[in-house]
């Protein structure tokens, strides 16, 4: 196999790194300047395109505003500005002066006699082109009007300079410069405002005019650090020392290092990596997923550099063979100047592991991965990248592992445990899952496996893990069962997902909440309706959050085509009730109904299928119930009320038909929704064809619905408030199902909200609609988190969940 094909990669181990050898090679070449390492990696990249049509339409949305007189917070923070003491005025006029053609002609200036010729001659055109475009903007314009006989204008002219000088040198010059310009450009905007030159809005719109008139030199001119080429690569390793005699460019795949093939004069082959972009970036909605369900889950540190993160992976790496990994030698780690870091390694030819045919991964291949995944474990390594393609088997059918950018080294056993499970769906994705589970058992300590099948859950296997199998969920699930049975052990129980200080943020939440929404009606009023409420029907509203729970738990016996035992699916889902109400998005929820039904025998497929069916069954009937409650008059008068704006209607239809092309256009779209979809609706009109649990299903479901509406109507009634009933039950359903779309747990906040306006829209007065929400919610709907906690600890106790 050719050295620089898609097959081959970085590194045949050697006990001498280029590193050593590099200070005794001397070549002629070695001497090349700067200016010749900037004008190789002089390019473009799209993003500055991007960034170009986003200031650009941000300019024109300021431009239309400042047609506009000023509103009164404008107006307001005109008037804090000018309030400074006037004894600092020379320094601000001083630094207007760098707005100036003074200021143009000085940077360049100083550019120019440090011969950065390049970055000099673009500061003058960019100051200068800055200068003219603000000025003819004014005058187009025209000044902006005001109440009082002074004039500002759009865009502030030394704003537009001082911004577009910090873009166009931000490339040359590095990052402090770049920071010190936008200092310089702040310190500016504060000058022009406090001296009273431009209003706010000026500049901001001289900040825009800056950046786009900056960054469109660098799409039409290229700048320093977009363009990564073979001839540049080969300058800087003869500049650390190398002879080179070819250099090759292998495919690049966007959002991945570069990389290319280098033969040196000695006869080796290495493989180099420019790292365009950071790696090591979690993803928010992964970690907020892990969060919400492990209390052992972690922080990852990250990078500060991408040259941070290539000595990184660098120095991991050298630690993992140092432990009897095998892995490319590191020959080099460099930071290159005006292009992205450079980590060069020694190249072995071979194949990854998803390219070979499946009949060539035989156990004695998948035994030794997993021996070097314990000699890495046992050196407190956690790669947290076990991808398939991270495996490596050379022409001598070994494997090797690649790719450090995510590992941790020192990491406790939880990390470690958790790379282990990210290579046991790895492994099986490519292998199957008896085989590399019956690998794992030959190879890995008992302890070890039993805290990698703890790591086997669908938010703790990151996505990039879990999509390498075309069915990921279910090989998941089945992942967790064959590894349980195996070892003889249950499959692993729920743990609690709130920890203190998520009850701590709740609390303050909630608290913020109760206190904050009675200030809309006055708090006096609200404390006074409670006051005189009746106390029956407060009771009564607080019977109705527990029969809630009970027809949730006739719904969930609905979903199932298995027979759930009646007592203990209520208790869990009493302890649901703890679990799903304090946790994003109900999290909670759907882990402690789906461990409840792995623990009676069920496959995880189907647990998660009764799960979604369920969910699924409650959307619709919310759906039919809000269409009656609308076709029965309750809300017939508040709709008549509410007037939509062509334009948002038409807008409304754009953006439908947008979303439906997207969904059945596209693949992703296909994958994720519609065929999800499919499978439900499936599953849906199974449940039909079944009239005791249909009757289960809807009827739990449209009870759940009722019991927690009539909570709300209940506190209503001890306020002594004429209220139709089936107006308020919808107004609730409504509300609930839009505000627990918010990320908080339970809604807490959102629902709150939209209830008090569909009170309102009904013609509750304010205080009663406030207090009856507050109280409904807290009755119905937090108090019986208190059982739940007990039912929860009972249920664990009991091995149920």
């Known amino acids: 196999m050719k050295p620089g094909s898609e097959e081959s990669t970085g590194g045949e181990r050697s006990t001498g790194g280029g590193g050593s050898t590099g200070g005794e090679r001397s070549t002629g070449k070695a001497g090349a300047s700067p200016v010749s390492r900037l004008r190789l990696s002089i390019g473009r990249r799209p993003a500055d395109l991007v960034q170009v049509f986003v200031a650009g339409a941000l300019l024109a949305l300021s431009a239309l505003l400042a047609l506009s007189p000023p509103n009164p917070v404008e107006l307001a923070i005109l008037e804090q500005f000018r309030a400074i003491p006037a004894a600092s005025d020379p320094f601000w006029h001083a630094l207007t002066w760098f707005g100036s053609w003074g200021g143009i002609a000085v940077v360049s200036a100083l550019a120019l006699y440090f011969k950065w010729f390049r970055a000099g001659l673009l500061c003058a055109a960019a100051g200068a082109a800055s200068w003219v475009l603000a000025e003819t903007i004014q005058q187009l314009l025209g000044a902006r009007p005001l109440p009082v006989p002074v004039s500002f204008g759009f865009p502030a002219t030394e704003v537009a300079v ?7 040198a931000a490339p040359y010059l590095g990052r402090a410069v770049t920071y010190a310009g936008w200092v310089l450009g702040l310190l500016v905007v504060a000058a022009d405002v406090h001296l009273g030159l431009y209003l706010p809005l000026g500049t901001v719109g001289g900040a825009l005019l800056g950046w786009a008139v900056g960054t469109l030199l660098h799409v039409v001119l290229g700048a320093p650090g977009r363009k990564v080429s073979g001839r540049f690569v080969q300058r800087e390793l003869e500049l650390a020392g190398f002879e080179l005699t070819r250099i090759e460019a292998l495919r690049y795949r966007l959002l991945e290092p ?17 790292v365009r972009r950071m790696g090591r970036r979690a993803g928010l909605v992964h970690e907020v997923r892990r969060w919400s369900f492990s209390a052992d889950a972690q922080h990852e540190p ?55 045919p499946r009949e060539e991964v035989d156990d004695g291949l998948l035994d030794e991965i997993w021996a070097q995944l314990l000699l890495l474990s046992r050196a407190g390594i956690a790669h947290h990248d076990l991808q ?59 302890g070890l496996l039993e805290a990698t099948l703890q790591q086997l859950g669908p938010l703790t296997v990151p996505r990039r893990i879990r999509s390498q199998a075309e069915r990921g969920r279910y090989q998941l699930a089945a992942l967790r069962e064959t590894l349980a049975d195996q070892l003889g052990v249950a499959v692993p129980g729920l743990r609690s997902p709130v920890r203190p200080g998520s009850v701590i943020g709740l609390v303050l939440i909630g608290a913020g909440v109760y206190l904050l929404l009675p200030e809309l009606s006055g708090m006096g009023r609200v404390l006074d309706s409670l006051r005189r409420s009746d106390w029956r029907w407060l009771g009564f509203a607080t019977a109705t959050g527990f029969l809630a729970i009970v027809m949730s738990s006739l719904s ?31 999290a909670g929820f759907f882990g402690i109904n789906i461990i409840y039904m792995e623990r009676l025998g069920l496959r995880r497929s189907l647990a998660v299928g009764i799960t979604m069916l369920n969910q699924t069954a409650g959307g619709a009937v919310a759906f039919v119930l809000c269409a009656i409650g609308i076709a029965s008059g309750g809300l017939s008068q508040p709709l008549e009320r509410v007037s939509v704006p062509t334009s ?99 809604g807490l906040g959102a629902v709150e909200a939209v209830l008090i306006a569909g009170l309102g829209a009904l013609g509750v007065p304010p205080a009663a609609g406030v207090t009856a929400v507050l109280t409904s919610r807290l009755l119905t709907y937090w108090l019986p988190v208190l059982p739940g906690i007990a039912m929860f600890r009972y249920l664990q106790h009991r091995n149920t969940i």
């Not at 000595?311 to 780690?333: C, F, K, N, Q, S």
Request: hydrophobic residues 50%; proline residues 5%.
């Open 258 to 274: 570069q990389e290319f093939a280098v033969h040196t004069a000695d006869g080796d082959v290495l493989r180099v990596k420019a």
């Open 648 to 746: 948002a209607l038409v807008a409304g239809a754009v953006a439908l038909v947008v979303v439906v092309a997207v969904v059945f256009g596209t693949r992703l779209g296909r994958q994720r929704v519609v065929r999800p979809a499919v499978e439900v609706a499936k599953e849906l009109f199974e449940a039909l064809r079944h009239p005791g649990r249909a009757t289960l299903l809807f009827g739990g479901s449209l009870g759940y619905l009722i019991a927690s509406g009539a909570g709300l109507a209940a506190c209503l009634a001890a306020l002594s408030v004429q209220f139709d009933w089936v107006a308020v039950i919808t107004v609730f359903i409504v509300g609930n199902t839009i505000g627990h779309l918010a990320p908080s747990p339970g």
């Open 162 to 168: 001082v911004v577009a000088l910090a873009v166009v």
């Open 388 to 446: 398939a393609r991270n495996f490596f088997v050379d022409e001598q059918h070994r494997p090797w592992l690649l790719g450090f950018t995510f590992s941790h080294a020192g990491a406790d056993e939880l990390h470690r445990a958790h790379d282990l499970a990210d290579a046991l769906v790895s492994l099986a994705s490519v292998a199957g899952v008896e085989r590399a589970v019956s690998s794992a058992m030959r190879v890995l300590p008992r």
């Open 302 to 356: 990250r990078m500060s550099t991408r040259h941070h993160e290539v000595e990184h992976e660098a120095y991991v790496a050298l630690l993992a063979e140092r432990a009897g990994v095998r892995t490319p030698a590191i020959v080099l780690a460099c930071e290159a100047k005006f292009a992205p870091p450079l980590l060069v390694l020694r190249q072995v030819d071979g194949r990854r592991l998803p390219h070979m």
């Open 556 to 586: 969930v016996q609905g979903s199932s085509p298995v027979a759930l035992p009646f007592w203990r699916t209520l208790a869990v889902q009493v302890a649901a009730g703890f679990t799903g109400r304090t946790t994003p998005s109900g």
